[in-house]
C-alpha cells in the first residue's frame, strides 16, 4: 500500500527557514511529480509548488525565491526548503505526489500535513 507522509513542520520565528519531507514508501518506483500545498487559517488550499520530470520547479509568486522544491528518488522524497519564513507562510502544508508503482501504472496521492506556524 502506497502512502505518502510530511513531516519537519513546527514553530519558527519570522526569517527563520524550515525543511518539509515528503516521503513515499510501499511499492513504488519513483515519485514522477510533486506538488507542494497549504492551507492557512481560515483560507482555502493553495499551491505553493511544483516539480515534475518534463518541466522544471515552478512556484507560486508569494513564495518565489524563498522556497526551493527538490526530490530524490532514490530516498522516495521530496522536499520544500523554506527560507525567510514570514507570518503569513502559516498553514498546514500538504505533499501531493504522483507515484509510480512497481506493479505498474501511477496514482496521485495527498498526505495528511505538517503545521507549520510562524510568529512573528
Known amino acids: 500500500q502506497v502512502q505518502v507522509v510530511e513531516s519537519g513542520g513546527g514553530l519558527v520565528q519570522s526569517g527563520g527557514s524550515l525543511r518539509l519531507s515528503c516521503a513515499a514508501s510501499?511499492?513504488?518506483?519513483?515519485?514522477?511529480?510533486v506538488g507542494w500545498y497549504r492551507q492557512g487559517p481560515g483560507k482555502e488550499r493553495e499551491w505553493v509548488a511544483g516539480?515534475?520530470?518534463?518541466?522544471?520547479?515552478n512556484y507560486a509568486d508569494s513564495v518565489k525565491g524563498r522556497f526551493t522544491i527538490s526530490r530524490d528518488n532514490a530516498k522516495k522524497t521530496a522536499y520544500l526548503e523554506m527560507n525567510s519564513l514570514k507570518p503569513e507562510d502559516t498553514a498546514v502544508y500538504y505533499c501531493n505526489a504522483y507515484i509510480v508503482k512497481s506493479a505498474g501504472g501511477g496514482a496521485s496521492y495527498w498526505g495528511k500535513g505538517t503545521l507549520v506556524t510562524v510568529s512573528s
Open positions: 510501499g511499492s513504488i518506483v519513483s515519485i514522477s511529480a
Open positions: 516539480l515534475t520530470n518534463s518541466a522544471g520547479p
